[in-house]
């Protein structure tokens, strides 16, 4: 799992209000190369919650992100450098996410997240 | 300019909607002209098509799968004369730079609904003597192609459509599907399948109706082993997949045997995410918000405009300060919130530089699936059997099992499922993204319900009937979102669909669709004499049947 789609993923469990951003607990991490893209990188970069993704990256052992962004940051060839490792070639291999609200573990095993839900959370 | 389309004959349906949708793609707004050539069948291969360049005549020829050959038409008639005779009249200052000595060409004859023998090939070939051909003969790589095409009443029993008169046709190719692709991608090389792998034809048409391109961001909720994403990849588009079905998604058949590896098989960038999840309860987080920058206008003139129905109007107001007049009054209801203008690069191309700040919750530029109908492959969703029926509390899961514990999953109707999915398309895709999906339908002698799924986000633009058995067949349909999302809209939108299951889909519920199709036929003693004349009866020609 990218941090991309930890950026879009919230716990939906019933009665949840503020289930956005799950907690990561990194057992695996991998780096995977990924085609720099900048063209992708400024089309994403206003739909993402910039301090989730900085928590996120912390989370998987990487802290060099900038606290704030702002888009004309992205002019910088180092940031985009930056924002594409974090965004799409770091890998939360094993490990789970956890609700911020419930402390619900969805686990994340060979990569792909499991998230769906239990009978008692429908 | 006029040109000649002629297509493959097969999925007739499909032909118009995927050329209309690639035009678009290429940046041709305005609705395509068709017309048929005189004496033809509408399902004939032979269409006539107008588009402005040769250059969106090529492109779109060559991304499409379906279309044959676009051709500069240089003539056509009834008989070798009235072709001559066209050909002749046709104006030199388009023939002769294709003439030229320093050029190679080609000439391919090509008939539709007979084979021609080679010898009678070559005597064609010969009868274009009149044209003063200047170049060399290369058969391998020309600069220039010829194609003579014709088409004629063969007899009435090859199920091709009926031909009142012979019909001759000569052009120059300008572009032509890559045919090539299929066999690369065929299911039969391909290393994870399963029971309902979309058809690499159909997942490549299915592409080109979202108008994937390069950098676009495509969502499969029900993405199985990745068939339709493979195509979507081939194009360029970052893929992104969800399923319910956790062995699916997760494990395959093996570290080489899985969805990944269908991408990693043919070299295709892997996608973005996969992950397992429920389609009727999307573990998505509400507003996603995208701040929508108008940067040289770009997104607003090619995507909002030909969807709004004051398109016509903001295309003629094109200055910046006459934008902001048409924001101020609201008129652009969605946009109309709260908009701040940054001036600045107003003075080159006419450009503007408009910040949007509205949230919208889209993400998404296409999603493209195909949602189990109940047939092949039925649909599931979160929560017991039971549970949902009532007849039991919620199972609460004990705290030492919480970790390992596999929830139990219900019967997913169909219509409830194209239900959730048009509300998460609207929800999560951009402004003018596209919604494409096949939709089940019954065939009850050989009639067809037309009533598909609406929602008020979205225009049906196409739908295309692909015939699957006498019982039943599949449509694939082609929506584009046109207005923004809002709490209002989901409430229209589930009495639309209330109404729409009422009127329609009875036959949608639990398993209705599933015994449709596979109950036994009963005919009634003394009715087997009807059937049988109702076999000779049947039409010689096949119609969408190919």
């Keep these: ?122 | 300019m006029w040109y000649l389309c002629v297509f493959f004959h097969r999925l007739l349906d499909y032909r118009r909607a995927e050329v209309e949708s690639l035009a678009e793609m290429l940046g041709v707004y305005s609705s395509l002209e068709w017309r048929l050539p005189e004496n033809q069948h509408p399902d004939s291969p032979f269409h006539l098509v107008n588009l402005p360049s040769e250059d969106v005549a090529r492109n779109i020829a060559n991304r499409s799968i379906l279309v044959k050959g676009i051709y500069e038409l240089w003539g056509e008639g009834s008989s070798f004369e009235q072709l001559e005779e066209a050909i002749k009249n046709y104006p030199e200052d388009r023939k002769l730079p294709y003439l030229t000595c320093e050029t190679t060409f080609k000439v391919t004859v090509d008939s539709f609904g007979k084979a021609i023998s080679f010898q009678e090939q070559n005597d064609r070939i010969k009868s274009l003597a009149f044209i003063p051909f200047k170049g060399r003969v290369n058969l391998k790589n020309p600069d220039f192609n010829f194609w003579l095409m014709e088409t004629d009443d063969y007899g009435a029993h090859n199920g091709l459509p009926p031909v009142v008169q012979k019909r001759i046709f000569f052009g120059r190719l300008v572009g032509g599907a890559d045919r090539k692709l299929l066999p690369t991608y065929q299911l039969k090389s391909r290393r994870y399948l399963g029971p309902t792998a979309m058809d690499a034809e159909m997942a490549f048409l299915m592409a080109n109706q979202a108008q994937v391109m390069p950098g676009k961001l495509v969502y499969d909720p029900f993405v199985g082993t990745g068939s339709i994403l493979v195509a979507a990849a081939h194009f360029g588009a970052m893929t992104m997949g969800a399923d319910i079905d956790i062995r699916a998604v997760r494990d395959g058949r093996g570290p080489d045997c899985n969805v990944w590896s269908n991408f990693k098989q043919y070299g295709l960038p892997l996608p973005v995410a996969l992950l397992r999840a429920d389609n009727n309860l999307p573990p998505w987080r509400p507003g996603l918000k995208e701040v929508i920058v108008f940067d040289s206008g770009y997104f607003f003139l090619n995507t909002m405009i030909p969807f709004h129905p004051l398109g016509a109007w903001l295309v003629r107001a094109l200055t910046v300060d006459e934008m902001c007049e048409g924001y101020g009054s609201g008129s652009f209801e969605c946009l109309a919130a709260s908009l701040t203008m940054r001036e600045g690069n107003t003075e080159e191309n006419n450009s503007m530089s408009l910040v949007a700040p509205t949230q919208f919750h889209c993400i998404f530029d296409a999603i493209l699936c195909d949602p189990p109908y109940g047939v092949r492959a039925g649909g599931r969703k979160s929560g017991g059997r039971k549970l949902l029926k009532g007849i039991v509390g919620p199972y609460t899961v004990p705290d030492d099992k919480r970790t390992d514990h596999i929830p139990s999953t219900a019967p997913y109707s169909l219509a409830e499922c194209v239900h959730d999915l048009l509300d998460l398309a609207a929800r999560m895709l951009v402004m003018g993204g596209r919604l494409v999906y096949f939709y089940p339908v019954l065939r009850e002698n050989d009639v067809v319900e037309n009533h598909f799924p609406e929602h008020p986000c979205f225009k049906l633009i196409a739908s295309s009937e692909q015939i699957l058995s006498s019982r039943y067949s599949r449509v694939l349909l082609t929506m584009v979102k046109t207005g923004s999302y809002t709490e209002k809209v989901a409430e229209a939108a589930i009495i639309k669909h209330q109404e729409f299951k009422e009127n329609y889909v009875k036959w949608l519920g639990d398993c209705n669709l599933h015994s449709s199709v596979f109950s036994p036929a009963h005919p009634q003693l003394g009715e087997e004499p009807d059937s049988k004349s109702c076999k000779e009866l049947k039409p010689k020609y096949r119609g969408k049947y190919v």
Excluded at chain 1, 4 to 11: C, G, I, K, R, V
Excluded at chain 1, 21 to 45: H, S, T
Excluded at chain 1, 65 to 81: K, N, T, Y
Aim: charged share 30%.
């Design chain 1, 1 to 122: 799992m990218r941090l991309f789609t930890h950026n879009m993923l919230s716990s939906n469990i019933k009665g949840v209000a503020n289930g956005f951003p799950l907690r990561i607990e990194a057992e695996q991490v991998l780096e995977k190369q990924v085609d720099f893209n900048p063209d992708f990188l400024k089309n994403m970069f206003p739909k993402l919650e910039w301090k989730a993704l900085v928590d996120g990256a912390r989370a998987l052992g990487y802290a060099d992100l900038p606290e704030e962004a702002d888009s004309l940051m992205l002019e910088s060839e180092e940031f985009l450098r930056k924002f594409h490792h974090v965004l799409l070639e770091l890998h939360l291999e094993e490990g789970a996410l956890t609700c911020p609200e419930t402390g619900r573990k969805f686990p994340v095993n060979k990569g792909i997240p499991n998230m769906l839900l239990h009978e008692d959370e429908v």
